[in-house]
């Protein structure tokens, strides 16, 4: 059976309770077969709809999908990927009650309801911080992030938290762009939260730059594709010629798509170079959304956890 998609300018009222997942290209994700099997395994409604919203576009837009999702009584909440900031922007106003971490960062990935309120909250501090703790744990001493938005932004205040609680975190962060005004927004996010990692915000407009930079990591270094290219749009942040450190971890927050970063790292495993994908973030930024839009508890680990990830497996 195909996945219902909308456009913001095809949006119908749900002829029962729904679920939806505002992104890109939603009906190309194999969340729209995962969604009803983890919502029969946990009891929840079933229906996901897809609701596909243009890069980058206006306000209005935004505006429109915020407010059908708030209107339409059928409509349980949401998933908001790539969308994020722009929708926070356009849509603030909307919402009845804003998450800390939503405030913080700017940005709404979870659109929810309790009581005839609307919530929006940020999610991708606790989804990207759980993912890396997992993949990551307490090493290494460089971090490279390429690509300064909003998934970027919300892994460093995870690494904020980190600190504070004196957990380990990198000795290095070095965030590169294409865009100056992002880096900007990011210098400024850790101004203002007393951000104590040290940080090189590097300005990255073509693919050659970020292989400089990565020349610059040392070994073991973790490397982050946090473009979004290899999913939204093709390609990599790097050209073929880049070089990884030695035993670096190259860690794409896609799980699909062409991943041609990972298909980099993983011609260069003869110098100990891991190639790991999006599937933790995946299952985490999912499960930690569905569990508050539907107020319930999903666990982040365990046995319960491992029975989700092997039904998205299967």
């Keep these: 059976?195909?996945?219902?998609?909308?456009?913001?300018?095809?949006?119908?009222?749900?002829?029962?309770?729904?679920?939806?997942?505002?992104?890109?290209?939603?009906?190309?994700?194999?969340?729209?077969?995962?969604?009803?099997?983890?919502?029969?395994?946990?009891?929840?409604?079933?229906?996901?709809?897809?609701?596909?919203?243009?890069?980058?576009?206006?306000?209005?837009?935004?505006?429109?999908?915020?407010?059908?999702?708030?209107?339409?009584?059928?409509?349980?909440?949401?998933?908001?990927?790539?969308?994020?900031?722009?929708?926070?922007?356009?849509?603030?106003?909307?919402?009845?009650e804003i998450g800390e971490s939503a405030a913080l960062l700017d940005e709404i990935s979870s659109i929810s309801k309790r009581g005839g309120r609307l919530l929006g909250h940020a999610m991708?501090?606790?989804?990207?911080?759980?993912?890396?703790?997992?993949?990551?744990?307490?090493?290494?001493?460089?971090?490279?992030?390429?690509?300064?938005?909003?998934?970027?932004?919300?892994?460093?205040?995870h690494l904020h938290r980190r600190q504070q609680a004196g957990a380990r975190v990198p000795e290095r962060l070095v965030v590169t762009n294409r865009r100056a005004g992002r880096l900007d927004e990011m210098r400024a996010f850790h101004d203002?939260?007393?951000?104590?990692?040290?940080t090189r915000y590097a300005l990255a407009p073509e693919p050659v730059d970020n292989d400089a930079v990565l020349a610059e990591m040392s070994t073991e270094a973790v490397v982050v594709n946090a473009t979004g290219l290899g999913k939204d749009r093709p390609g990599s942040p790097l050209t073929d010629a880049a070089r990884f450190p030695d035993r670096a971890t190259a860690w794409d927050f896609n799980?699909?798509?062409?991943?041609?970063?990972?298909?980099?790292?993983r011609a260069q495993s003869d110098r100990g170079v891991t190639a790991v994908d999006g599937w933790f973030y995946f299952l985490h930024g999912w499960t930690r959304?569905?569990?508050?839009?539907?107020?319930?508890d999903i666990p982040t680990s365990g046995p319960d956890f491992d029975t989700l990830s092997r039904i998205a497996r299967s």
Excluded: C
């Design 289 to 296: 959304v569905m569990a508050q839009v539907f107020d319930i």
């Design 255 to 265: 799980y699909r798509g062409d991943l041609v970063f990972l298909d980099q790292a």
């Design 192 to 198: 203002r939260i007393g951000f104590r990692i040290p």
């Design 1 to 96: 059976m195909s996945a219902t998609v909308y456009t913001p300018t095809s949006l119908a009222p749900a002829d029962g309770p729904t679920f939806y997942f505002v992104g890109v290209t939603t009906g190309s994700s194999s969340i729209m077969q995962v969604f009803p099997k983890w919502a029969a395994h946990l009891g929840l409604p079933r229906r996901i709809v897809g609701i596909d919203v243009p890069l980058d576009s206006d306000p209005e837009t935004y505006r429109r999908v915020v407010q059908y999702l708030r209107d339409d009584p059928s409509a349980l909440g949401a998933l908001v990927t790539t969308h994020k900031l722009n929708l926070f922007k356009a849509s603030r106003d909307l919402f009845d």
């Design 124 to 157: 991708d501090d606790v989804t990207s911080g759980l993912a890396y703790d997992e993949i990551v744990g307490d090493g290494p001493d460089d971090l490279l992030l390429l690509g300064a938005g909003g998934s970027s932004l919300a892994l460093t205040l």
